[in-house]
């Protein structure tokens, strides 16, 4: 397994395109199989788990031609059966239930893998399909879905915010008769850009960006094209890069209305923060200071960079305390944390960082995703060399990380494992 070998102690200066999101372009993608005529998606990422749903809607039978940055995809589908060796790779491939269940009135849906970052159930994702009258059951791994006669709007609750569960629900309600309200609908800016696509192949939604989403369902879907979201999880991983190597980076394509809660605490630890139209520049001022956040759904602090922000406490001046309330098992960085010599106490949902002046450099190795780069950051930070191993997690989530940031001053390399 491949590692990165990092010099630390370089600030980082310079520009940065921020690429496509990849957790807009997975339900994008699996949008896909929804329209009869074509889908062309611009801006996606090329990531493991990008190319990972590309392959999945190949299997099903979708034409899928990737030129660069663009997907074409076109036939529709010709297979229902989403296999467990292409679905445990990912747990964004759930996300073809809805689409396939819609569109053709059968599905069978390998139970998903990905990060083992806690509970991510997908009752209510089955909960959402039985709304809108499908029959559903697990048996063997696998959930087999029929509505043989077409789904029929319905009202969805959620008893817990979800965001791939309101995104299957959304794919699912566009194709159902009659209208369907789904009520404590996930916010995120991802939910937004799905439905701003969907509308553009015909789709009747209103109300997303809310937490009440009501969908008038239509005929058929036809061709549109659309551009993913820029990724607002990567670019706040490069303005916390950025503020705790007293760096100064401009990222271009960045939204400040998809980040606000980020760059409110990262105002508080010393940062400068400008924004203009499509761009945000963080400026970092010396050591940060420590503050205190609380994960929790968008709009508020992004779960998924609960553990760069954790990684920048480490060396801010001060304590601070972190309180996960999206995941269970998000702390797996923190064992990497303390082999570089931060002082990290967990309790349960809340970890308290005692800041210190420098870690120490170290061997460490990725669990998940977001730790990995949590990891590649903390490294950054720390005069001397640390190795990160098991980096294969970051190919899931940050196109051209290694380019990006060596375009920016950073001294690392790539070691073939």
Known sequence: MDSLEIKGGPALRGDIAISGAKNAALPLL??????????????????????????LLGHLGVDVVRDGE?????????????????????????????????RYGEARVSLPGGCAIGTRPVDLHIRAMQALGAVVELADGYIQARARNGLQGGRIMFPMVSVGGTENALMAAVLARGETEIVNAAREPEITDLANCLNAMGA?????????????????????????????????TFAIAAAMTDGDLTLHGAQERHLDALLAVLRDTGATIDCAA?????????????????????????TDLQAQFMAMMCIADGSSQISETIFENRFMHVPELLRMGADIRVNGGTAMVRGRKSLTPA???????????????????????????????????????????GNCGAQLRRVKG
């Open 278 to 302: 499509g761009t945000i520049r963080v400026k970092g001022n010396g050591r940060p200071q420590a503050a205190d956040i609380t994960t929790d759904p968008f709009p508020g602090f992004p």
């Open 30 to 55: 699996a949008a896909g199989l929804m329209a009869t005529n074509r889908l062309v998606l611009n801006n996606v990422p090329r990531l493991a788990d990008t190319l990972s749903m590309e392959g």
């Open 204 to 236: 009747k939604i209103e109300g997303h960006g809310t937490d009440t989403i009501r969908v008038q369902g239509v005929d058929e879907l036809h061709a549109a094209n659309h551009e993913v979201v820029a990724d607002r999880i990567e670019a706040g």
């Open 363 to 405: 061997p460490v190795m990725a669990t998940d995703l977001r730790a990995s780069v949590s990891l590649v950051l903390a490294a950054l930070a720390t005069p001397g060399i640390s190795t990160v191993s098991r980096i294969y997690h970051l190919e899931r989530g940050y196109s051209d990380l290694e380019t990006k940031l």
């Open 70 to 102: 663009q997907v074409t995809m076109s036939g529709g589908a010709t297979d229902f059966d989403a296999p467990y060796d292409l679905v445990s790779k990912m747990r964004a491939s759930v996300l073809v239930l809805g689409p396939l269940l819609a």
